[in-house]
Structure formats: C-alpha cells, structure tokens
C-alpha cells in the first residue's frame, strides 16, 4: 500500500471490487493483480489496530481511519483467545459472493469484527470504535480446486482484511425498520469518554 500511499490516493474498493480485482488474481484465478496496493503478509487478528501501519490519505476527521492487508492463512484458523488489554471478536452473519451473471457457487465470503477491551481472564468489558471485514475466497469452489490441482486444494485461503475507525460523532438515532445494510453502512453506538478512557487504561489499542 505504500506505492498507493506515496502517489496520493484514496483506496477505497468495495467488498466485490477487492474480490474481484485482487483475490481473485492474488490466488491465480485469473486476471492481473498490482503490488504495493494492499499490504502483504500482515497477520492482523493477532495484532491490536494501533500496531496496524495505515497511510496518512486514509485518515479522515474525528479519528477515522481505514486499511487493507492480505496473507495467505491456514484454512481452519479462528480468532486468538483474548488477552489482557483486546482481541477481535466476530459478529453478524457470513455474506456470501457469487459468481458471475446468476451464479450459484459462493466464490468468496465475508466475515465481521469488532474490537474488545477485555481483563486480565478475557471478560470482554467494552467495545471499541475498530471495526473490521474479512474478505475470505472459497477454497472450495471449483474455479480454486481447477487453478490449484491435486487431491486437495492446498490447506490455505486468501483473505483480505479491511480494518478501519468509525469516527467519533454522536450516537445516530435507532435506525426504522426499513433500512438495509449495504457495504458501507452499519449502525452503532460511540461512547467518547469511555472509548477514551478504556484507550488509556489498556495502553494502545
């Protein structure tokens, strides 16, 4: 992401861009993928968001912030146990991507998280303003199994992570029935002081 950061741009793709334009491509299914766009190899459900390198054309007013990292993971692999100070905890329901034009075969998927101070035995005790989508391919499918032939497909998935800081604006009225949730859009409760104060106690997170 550095080369994207030096030249001065916003990446901001959505969910079916990054799967299309860069997962895809990424695990050879076709197309063509750029370096530098997406930081690599950054293990970021072991990390707290503030060890997390994001570029200074990412960061709006009121602490938003925003970025992207791929790695090549173990298939199988689940959350760290929380710690004293934070961890990553998933929410919300898996959304599939299918394919093409009426396609039926899920080639990617996305999962949720949000981040939690937790004490010293992981009781979780507050939320954060870190959010975070996981892009994931399906490893499964069968465009995978063709591109990485053999009795398997091999034991990883490609995933792209898109970590990012809500701003700290006042609490949004409850949302009415009739909202949808798109890509971009999640309702949510910030609470500045206690966010401020847990940040403090928990030293960077």
């Given at each position: 992401m550095?080369?994207l950061a030096?030249?001065g741009c916003v990446?901001?793709?959505?969910?079916?861009?990054?799967?299309?334009?860069?997962?895809i491509?990424?695990?050879?299914?076709?197309g063509v993928f750029?370096?530098g766009?997406?930081?690599?190899g950054?293990d970021?459900?072991s990390l707290?968001?503030?060890a997390?390198?994001?570029?200074e054309?990412h960061?709006?007013d009121y602490g938003?912030?925003?970025?992207?990292f791929f790695?090549a993971k173990?298939?199988g692999?689940?959350?760290?146990m929380?710690?004293?100070?934070?961890c990553?905890?998933?929410?919300g329901q898996e959304?599939a991507y299918?394919?093409?034009?009426?396609g039926?075969?899920a080639?990617a998927?996305?999962?949720?998280?949000?981040y939690r101070?937790t004490c010293?035995?992981?009781e979780?005790?507050?939320?954060t303003?870190w959010?975070m989508k996981?892009y994931r391919?399906?490893?499964?499918a069968a465009?995978?199994?063709?591109a990485?032939?053999?009795?398997?497909p091999?034991?990883?998935?490609?995933?792209?992570?898109?970590?990012?800081r809500?701003p700290?604006?006042?609490?949004?009225?409850?949302?009415d029935?009739?909202?949808s949730?798109?890509?971009?859009?999640?309702?949510?409760?910030?609470?500045p002081q206690?966010?401020?104060i847990?940040?403090?106690?928990?030293?960077?997170?």
């Amino acid at each position: 992401m550095a080369n994207l950061a030096a030249a001065g741009c916003v990446f901001q793709p959505t969910g079916r861009e990054l799967i299309g334009h860069y997962l895809i491509p990424r695990a050879g299914l076709g197309g063509v993928f750029f370096p530098g766009i997406i930081e690599e190899g950054v293990d970021v459900l072991s990390l707290r968001p503030r060890a997390l390198s994001f570029p200074e054309n990412h960061r709006r007013d009121y602490g938003e912030v925003w970025g992207f990292f791929f790695a090549a993971k173990p298939a199988g692999e689940t959350c760290p146990m929380p710690d004293a100070g934070g961890c990553w905890e998933q929410y919300g329901q898996e959304k599939a991507y299918y394919g093409g034009e009426g396609g039926r075969e899920a080639v990617a998927f996305r999962r949720r998280f949000a981040y939690r101070y937790t004490c010293r035995d992981g009781e979780v005790i507050s939320q954060t303003r870190w959010r975070m989508k996981e892009y994931r391919l399906n490893r499964n499918a069968a465009a995978f199994r063709r591109a990485h032939p053999g009795p398997v497909p091999p034991d990883v998935v490609f995933v792209v992570h898109k970590v990012y800081r809500k701003p700290l604006i006042p609490p949004p009225p409850p949302p009415d029935s009739s909202s949808s949730e798109d890509e971009g859009s999640e309702s949510y409760i910030v609470y500045p002081q206690l966010d401020e104060i847990m940040r403090r106690l928990t030293m960077g997170n």
